[in-house]
């Protein structure tokens, strides 16, 4: 159980800047997993950590669409052995009344063990240990979402831990640990959406691409996208939008109730967690329409209903996070959808070796690229 040296993505100050540099995996406890990574996906999660705008702390090593394979598991984890292929998901406790009862994105511990920094203390009282290290023992905000996968090893948490096919593209399906199940989760599992029905989804970034392709797959009969780039609407389309709409323009709300008689769609998903455009979200549901948030903004920020409005048509506003998913479940069953060509996230998917991972950082950011990963 010596310390392994190892190379991660390190953000040194909450400035947005990353850099390699050599860090010190701390020794295997008994419910984790030594992980080598060979990919992992770019969230807007980790853009928002590394600039401070959603909690974090300098010197930390994020990542949470990890993909790799297991090169050690401690005694208490029985899913995986040495050898196998992994998708790296959050982190949860396993046993409070949400993880019970199928809902681990709710787990009553999720702040805490994927945004702590620092491994969950087991036992109350007990000293929080962190992960990973710097030269001369130096604590490293790490453990993120379980997992800290911006780094060629890392130690993950096992509920963190989804085993996949031996033959399963690992720098593919890295992106399902997050955002590719946060869309269609918010889609297929907290608003459970019919066929038939009408779906807007605002902001068509990777996860806003799930949500159109998970209300394709469940037969919606219209399919609007709404984002600020033309080009992404047009992709949105491909994969299912039947339906394009600017988000800047200042009729959106009635172009999405022209589009969905008699007044609105019957279900809408936000990705953006702009409050402007979730207010405009729920103002352009129909009668008994119900609409998601997924995107996150950081704390503090709220968004004003028309109460009578809200009263008068039924309308339900509810919040979604990991798209309420259990990912040992969820993430094979999206691998099957693709496999059925239903789920073709190559499309928006871009590869950067980890050399390259201010591009692949700034492509994100600008929303030049939908979804990058790199690749170790």
Same mark, same amino acid.
């Given at each position: 159980?010596?310390?392994?040296?190892?190379?991660?993505?390190?953000?040194?100050?909450? @400035?947005? %800047?990353?850099?390699?540099?050599?860090?010190?995996?701390?020794?295997?406890?008994?419910?984790?997993?030594?992980?080598?990574?060979?990919?992992?996906?770019?969230?807007?999660? #980790?853009?928002?950590?590394?600039? *401070?705008?959603?909690?974090?702390?300098? @010197?930390?090593?994020?990542?949470?669409?990890?993909?790799?394979?297991?090169?050690?598991?401690?005694?208490?984890?029985?899913?995986?052995?040495?050898?196998?292929?992994?998708?790296?998901?959050?982190?949860?406790?396993?046993?409070?009344?949400?993880?019970?009862? /199928?809902?681990?994105?709710?787990?009553?511990?999720? @702040?805490?063990? @994927?945004?702590?920094?620092?491994?969950?203390?087991?036992?109350? /009282?007990?000293?929080?240990?962190?992960?990973?290290?710097?030269?001369? *023992?130096?604590?490293?905000?790490?453990?993120?979402?379980?997992?800290?996968?911006?780094?060629?090893?890392?130690?993950?948490?096992?509920?963190?831990?989804?085993?996949?096919?031996?033959?399963?593209?690992?720098?593919?399906?890295?992106?399902?640990?997050?955002?590719?199940?946060?869309?269609?989760?918010?889609?297929?599992?907290?608003?459970? &959406?019919?066929?038939?029905?009408?779906?807007?989804?605002?902001?068509?970034?990777?996860?806003?691409?799930?949500?159109?392709?998970?209300?394709?797959?469940?037969?919606? %009969?219209?399919?609007?996208?709404?984002?600020?780039?033309?080009?992404?609407?047009?992709?949105?389309?491909?994969? *299912?939008?039947?339906?394009?709409?600017?988000?800047?323009?200042?009729?959106?709300?009635?172009?999405?109730? %022209?589009?969905?008689?008699?007044?609105?769609?019957?279900?809408?998903? #936000?990705?953006?967690? &702009?409050?402007? &455009?979730?207010?405009?979200?729920?103002?352009?549901? /129909?009668?008994?329409?119900?609409?998601?948030?997924?995107?996150?903004?950081?704390?503090?920020?709220?968004?004003?209903?028309?109460?009578?409005?809200?009263?008068?048509?039924?309308?339900?506003? &509810?919040?979604?996070?990991?798209?309420?998913?259990?990912?040992?479940?969820?993430?094979?069953?999206?691998?099957?959808?693709?496999?059925?060509?239903?789920?073709?996230?190559?499309?928006?998917?871009?590869?950067?070796?980890?050399?390259?991972?201010?591009?692949?950082?700034?492509?994100?950011?600008?929303?030049?690229?939908? %979804?990058?990963?790199?690749?170790?």
């Amino acid at each position: 159980t010596m310390s392994r040296t190892t190379t991660a993505l390190v953000v040194p100050e909450l @400035n947005g %800047k990353f850099v390699l540099q050599q860090v010190y995996l701390d020794a295997l406890q008994p419910d984790e997993v030594l992980v080598e990574i060979h990919a992992s996906g770019i969230c807007h999660t #980790d853009l928002s950590c590394a600039t *401070g705008t959603l909690p974090c702390a300098p @010197n930390a090593v994020l990542g949470h669409e990890g993909a790799g394979v297991v090169l050690e598991a401690g005694s208490a984890v029985t899913s995986v052995v040495p050898g196998d292929k992994v998708l790296l998901s959050f982190s949860h406790c396993e046993t409070c009344t949400a993880c019970t009862s /199928g809902h681990p994105s709710y787990c009553h511990t999720f @702040n805490d063990r @994927n945004f702590g920094g620092s491994r969950p203390s087991v036992a109350s /009282g007990a000293p929080r240990t962190a992960m990973l290290t710097k030269e001369g *023992g130096a604590p490293v905000h790490s453990s993120f979402f379980g997992q800290s996968s911006f780094a060629k090893h890392t130690l993950v948490h096992r509920s963190s831990v989804v085993k996949v096919a031996p033959d399963t593209d690992l720098a593919l399906f890295a992106p399902m640990g997050c955002g590719m199940q946060t869309g269609a989760g918010a889609v297929l599992n907290s608003l459970d &959406v019919k066929e038939g029905s009408s779906v807007a989804v605002f902001g068509v970034g990777s996860v806003g691409m799930a949500a159109v392709m998970a209300a394709a797959f469940k037969k919606a %009969k219209t399919i609007i996208a709404v984002d600020l780039q033309p080009s992404r609407l047009e992709l949105a389309k491909k994969l *299912g939008a039947t339906h394009g709409v600017i988000g800047s323009d200042p009729d959106v709300v009635e172009q999405i109730r %022209k589009l969905a008689p008699p007044n609105g769609v019957n279900y809408a998903v #936000d990705c953006t967690g &702009v409050p402007a &455009v979730v207010r405009t979200m729920i103002d352009s549901l /129909g009668t008994l329409g119900r609409a998601a948030t997924v995107g996150a903004p950081g704390p503090g920020r709220s968004v004003a209903v028309d109460i009578m409005e809200h009263l008068t048509f039924g309308k339900e506003y &509810v919040g979604c996070c990991e798209g309420d998913s259990l990912p040992s479940k969820f993430i094979p069953y999206l691998m099957e959808m693709h496999a059925k060509g239903a789920f073709p996230l190559e499309l928006f998917v871009e590869y950067y070796d980890v050399s390259e991972f201010e591009k692949a950082m700034e492509d994100s950011r600008s929303g030049k690229v939908i %979804k990058a990963v790199l690749r170790w």
